[in-house]
């Protein structure tokens, strides 16, 4: 079959995988070498599991892409219009650029900060699993950052090794609703996490034998092992390339998810700044369809022609607190909370329906089954659901 486009996308998580089957299922004219430094993809929701030793958070990328997809294993030094350099010495020719290269975990301001485990990638989260098994009994364990992350890291963790004490430095979900923070709050009890709440932590000390997590009202937390939660950046890929970029550097693209400065460049994922578009959170609840969004940008671009604008939506924030227990908090579509949640028992197999429905996706879409998405937060008088 001859093709008439070349498109590389860089990058091969939620975003770029989507990105990669949408035009090769859509266009079979157009030719996609997907550049990612692993043959696998990593499940990121998954790697507070890997952390526990709970679960697993790997699939091979040849599962999950299209036939046609051509897998180059490297990264990414420098991405121009249409030519993306990489670490092995390759040149790769595009016509077109889709820049999915995701976040990594993100030490902020705090000193010490950088030496402290995390669950921001498989490495990491591999290291503090061998650091878990190895550590003696009781050892204590902080955790810093009452979000998400945190919350599913701490009570993975918690059930998983209760021979050793945990602690959660945070507010446990600050921006769900009263009886969702409630139940949350309850959950960490029963897991006997100790929480360290209105604080926030002013440095990481690393001495030989031992760490400490000091607060800003003057304590400080013996710890055997530090994990940080707390922020994530992104890889500087788009600033060292010369790209448009935010503070953060991320990627900057207009509301139809090109590049502003008008270059064949589509980014999509959580390493984008999307205009317009305040409300996307990083998650693969977000990056899944924003790389069915970037590719269909892709092809309009390749032919000459205006994309259409982004529209997304959230549905719901899924928590998993352990293996047998969770909140479901369903949301309005620019992703506030709305009054409604499952929480408990029943919420645990949501949220392992959900996690298992990513991969899924990403299969199905790979034979041609188009995804719906919610219509985001514009002045359409009713939610309605598109592929």
């Known amino acids: 079959m001859t093709t008439r486009f070349h498109v590389v996308v860089v990058g091969a998580g939620y975003a770029g995988v989507m990105a990669a089957n949408r035009l090769l299922v859509e266009h079979p004219d157009v030719a996609v070498t997907v550049v990612n430094p692993r043959p696998v993809f990593v499940e990121r929701i998954r790697l507070h599991q890997v952390a526990a030793g709970s679960g697993a958070a790997t699939h091979e990328l040849s599962d999950l892409l299209h036939p046609r997809a051509t897998l180059h294993v490297a ?3 420098r991405i121009e219009p249409h030519a993306v350099s990489l670490t092995d010495g390759t040149v790769l020719r595009s016509d077109a650029v889709v820049y999915a290269v995701g976040s990594i975990s ?16 498989l490495d990491s989260a591999t290291a503090l699993h061998d650091a878990l098994r190895t550590a003696d009994d009781h050892a204590s364990v902080v955790v810093i950052g009452g979000g998400l992350t945190g919350l599913e890291t701490v009570t993975e963790l918690a059930q998983s090794h209760p021979r050793h004490t945990f602690t959660l430095v945070g507010d446990p979900g600050a921006d769900l609703p009263a009886p969702t923070r409630r139940y949350i709050r309850r959950r960490l009890e029963e897991l006997g996490v100790r929480l360290r709440s ?12 031992h760490e400490s997590v000091e607060l ?10 530090v994990v940080r939660t707390a922020g994530f950046a992104v890889p500087d890929l788009a600033r060292r390339s010369g790209l448009p970029v935010d503070e953060t550097g991320r990627l900057r693209v207009r509301d139809t998810l090109q590049a502003i400065d008008g270059t064949p460049i589509v980014g999509v994922g959580d390493a984008v700044a999307v205009s317009g578009n305040d409300h996307l959170r990083m998650s693969c609840q977000a990056a899944m369809p924003l790389g069915v969004h970037g590719a269909d940008t892709a092809w309009q671009l390749l032919l000459g022609r205006e994309p259409a604008p982004l529209s997304l939506g959230f549905v719901s924030t899924c928590i998993s607190l352990g293996r047998d227990r969770g909140v479901v908090q369903l949301s309005a579509r620019d992703d506030s909370p709305t009054r409604w949640a499952v929480r408990g028992r029943l919420a645990a197999p949501v949220k ?13 879409q790979a034979r041609g089954r188009a995804l719906p998405t919610r219509r985001g937060p514009d002045k359409s ?3 309605e659901v598109r592929v």
């Open 75 to 77: 990264s990414a030094v």
């Open 106 to 121: 993100g030490a902020g301001a705090i000193p010490g900060a950088e030496r402290a485990f995390s669950v921001s990638d």
């Open 198 to 209: 209105g604080t926030r932590v002013t440095r990481i000390d690393h001495d030989i034998d």
């Open 216 to 225: 800003d009202d003057g304590t400080a937390i013996p710890a055997a092992l």
């Open 352 to 364: 392992e329906a959900v996690v298992r429905g990513t991969i899924r996706g990403m299969q199905l």
């Open 381 to 383: 008088a009713r939610d």
